[in-house]
């Protein structure tokens, strides 16, 4: 799933996007615009939603008044930016969030596991839930999911961490960060309108894309990529219950007609995300789970056709499109280093399934706890320059979280690996487990041990076919993982 807003990143190379307009969460926030032509096909139509700014009043920073020096600037105003920055104001620091559109609406279309919200006390943000999520392996087998999922608001959620940065005296600044310069003990932050922000630390949480966070040359970022075409659209019917959302559709009989595109499917196996609000409004998506390289997006469009087609669903209008690229796995930032990334700069994205936005924002307290008292809030000590920023760091990314992202990894090159047949044994296994092993990697709170089980228990629960997968396409992935760990241990 990637957005408009995604430019090339000088890190990794991605297919070059069309751009895509900023969408807005629900159906009352949307301005239709008529449309009668008759569309045969919805790859034809164009998104017609207009999003609207957020209506809050900024405390914004000014040069010429107020003392330019803050204790941190936090760069990017995402979910994971305004997060940090929120729960940094809570330690009575100086804190300045820097994005050029503060006010604009996000464009991702975020789903979460309700349970996943409540535990960050965000479930008032939620758009729409479903009781239950449904896994279509093929036309003979389909799972019910007992856990409730739903669609982020957006606006809710934005205005809530915006008001909450408000409320604990965040400031903004209205521009883009060019340049980020370090002495010893002070950062200077220079901006696209020529505004220079000094601050003892800077917290980079401006999404994929990022110049300011630094990978090693020495030790390649190497991604995988999730892609994925979605749409909001206006439909004349379509046959999913609207008590369930499809979390994946592994369906291919759309194409038994064509047999170049279905061999291709069965190699590189493409799923159905969607979510029904009403009989005539759903979100469609159209996803890759993970690849290197990423498979075509055009590729992805066509499968989404011919699946829409054959499921008799024909689109009306499109509301909103998510075109999206998600970078996944690959090595982490060098640590420590003057500027601290978070979110997905900082490979926080989980490399199995995508999810990112709980994860980061659930680590969003832990960095900010360590920040704020690294720089002498809430009653901390003070330090300053590398030993800061080290400390910072090891809240960002603590040995036994890296531990545990090397473990998603591995499955991550395990599911690159499974053709059609392979994915279809895999996920049939994976949710047979005790929801406490599936809930829980998937929402990435497993410890390593707990995912060492979770492999067990996989294990005896899979078919003769998926033993033999796991056993043939894993050595090499786990002499990765293992020499990593390794690596890590040694420090
Ligand atoms: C299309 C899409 C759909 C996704 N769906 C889900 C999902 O359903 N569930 C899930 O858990 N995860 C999802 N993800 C993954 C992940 O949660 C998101 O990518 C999430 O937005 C990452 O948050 P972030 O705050 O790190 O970065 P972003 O959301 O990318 O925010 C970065 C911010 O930084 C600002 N910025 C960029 N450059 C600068 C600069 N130079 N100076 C100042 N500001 C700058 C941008 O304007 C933006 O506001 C999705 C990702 C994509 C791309």
């Keep these: 799933m990637a957005n408009s807003r995604f430019l ?27 449309t009668f032509a008759k569309f045969d096909n919805f790859l034809d139509l164009k998104p017609e939603s207009k999003p609207k700014p957020l209506k809050l009043d900024l405390p914004l920073f000014h040069p010429y008044y107020d003392r330019s020096r803050f204790d941190v600037v936090v760069v990017g105003a995402g979910p994971i930016g305004l997060r940090v920055a929120e729960q940094l104001g809570g330690f009575g620091i100086k804190v300045c969030c820097v994005d050029p559109s503060p006010l604009s609406p996000w464009s991702n279309n975020y789903g979460v596991w309700v349970d996943e919200f409540e535990d960050l006390g965000l479930e008032d943000c939620l758009h729409k839930t479903w009781p239950m999520a449904s896994l279509y392996l093929s036309d003979e087998k389909v799972k019910y999911l007992d856990r409730p999922y739903a669609q982020v608001s957006r606006k809710k959620l934005k205005m809530k961490l915006m008001e909450e940065c408000i409320r604990k005296g965040v400031k903004f600044h209205k521009a883009k960060v060019w340049e980020i310069n370090h002495q010893q003990f002070e950062s200077s932050v220079s901006c696209n309108d020529g505004t220079e922000i000094k601050s003892n630390l800077v917290i980079d949480a401006s999404g994929f894309t990022s110049k300011f966070t630094k990978y090693s040359d020495s030790n390649p970022r190497n991604c995988a990529f999730q892609i994925a075409h979605g749409i909001l659209a206006e439909v004349d019917h379509h046959p999913f219950d609207l008590n369930k ?17 279905r061999q291709h499917n069965k190699e590189f196996p493409t799923f159905l995300y969607a979510m029904p609000f009403d009989s005539n409004l759903i979100f469609l998506e159209e996803t890759s789970l993970v690849g290197r390289p990423a498979l075509p997006y055009t590729v992805v469009k066509k499968r989404m056709a011919a699946r829409l087609r054959h499921l008799g669903i024909k689109v009306k209008r499109i509301l909103e499109e998510e075109k999206c690229v998600i970078p996944m796995g690959g090595a982490l930032p060098e640590m420590p280093q003057a500027v601290v990334g978070v979110g997905g700069v900082a490979g926080m994205v989980n490399p199995a399934s995508g999810y990112a936005v709980v994860k980061g924002m659930a680590a969003a307290g832990r960095i900010a706890r360590v920040a704020g008292e690294g720089v002498g809030g809430g009653g901390g000590r003070m330090i300053r320059g590398r030993a800061l920023e080290g400390r910072v760091w090891e809240g960002v990314w603590p040995m036994e979280e890296r531990n545990v992202r090397e473990f998603y990894c591995f499955g991550m090159e395990i599911l ?12 049939n296994a994976f949710f047979d487990l005790e929801p406490f092993y599936w809930e829980g990697f998937l929402s990435s709170r497993l ?6 089980m979770l492999s067990l228990s996989l294990y005896q629960h899979a078919s003769f076919r998926s033993k033999l997968d796991i056993l043939t396409k894993s050595p090499l992935p786990l002499l990765q993982m293992m020499a990593n760990l390794t690596l890590q241990a040694l420090g």
């Design 245 to 261: 959302m499809v979390l994946m559709d592994w369906r291919d009989t759309h194409l038994n007609n064509e047999p170049y595109l």
């Design 416 to 427: 690159m690996r499974l053709d059609l047949d392979g994915i279809r044994g895999f996920f």
């Design 447 to 452: 410890s390593l041990l707990e995912l060492a």
């Design 8 to 34: 090339l990143s000088p890190f990794f190379s991605l297919p070059q996007l069309p751009s895509n307009p900023i969408q807005s969460p629900s159906k009352n926030h949307l301005q239709i615009h008529s």
